[in-house]
């Protein structure tokens, strides 16, 4: 029963973790260059450039939604298979979601090596 | 990419592994938290290695979303695969969890897997961008995207 409940925590950290990367990165790309605004603008004005920008906002709500599963997991499981598990399934779902999304170049390096952390997820979970 | 940049991915890997294991080991202590006593949570977050797990998570947020403003997503994250070693090394000789050969191969191949993206190039410089935030786009200048691909050549 533990087992059940580990991973329906896993999916849950990687299904709102993947929402909340892709709308993470497609709000930094918007931002833009953190190291370049900082010296255009300010810090603090890049910090309020990124906490006004809402699809920021909603990334990071995602991303609290990961967290708390993730409290969960680790209150069931251990950490050498939650957070790889999760990390690595995130992974692949961030790949197909950042093709589809985000319109980014996965290439064959970028599916292979996506193919290698699936093999390496079934393994940890072996 | 500069030095500077491979040492915001290094603290995106670095702190994110220690995060974990910090959270891990406080959520150990504080037990099992149940749908009906949700209250748990907050007794969890006052464990002191929860806190700290916590802080060093918001720490990887910041370099995480400073490495991203940068860098293709689907770059970042694979580039900061050295986690699962520290995490397994963690796991192993400071959790003194059990971690299997066969784990120990499962983590070999997610960050031999992962290394393979390391080489290439860190962000897909698109020709017609306006497809990705036209209306949105708040500051990305072509002169930042010509830039970087002038870096990356």
Redesign the interface.
Known sequence: MKTVYTWSAILAIVFASVVGDVLLARAMKQVGDLGELRRRIGFLAVIGRILGNPTFLLGVTAMAVAFFSLLFALSWGDVSLVAPAAASLTFIGNAVAAKIFLHEHVDRRRWIAAGLVAAGVALLAG | MTF?KYLVLAGVTVFAAAG??M??HG??Q????SIHHLQG?IF?ILNPWVAVGILL?LAF?AT???A???A???Y???ATSL??VI??L???FV?H?H?SP??W?????????????AS?PEI?V?PARS???DA??????EL?IAS?AGERA
């Open positions: 500077r974990d294991s959270l891990s959520m150990k504080t037990g099992n938290i949570v969890a998570l947020f995480y979303m400073t991203l403003s940068w293709d997503l689907t970042v994250l694979p986690g699962y995490l397994a963690v796991a192993r959790l969890e971690v066969t784990r191969l499962g983590i070999a191949l997610i960050t031999g897997g992962v290394g393979f993206i290439g897909t698109h497809s990705l935030s949105d786009a708040q500051g990305t200048p930042e970087k």
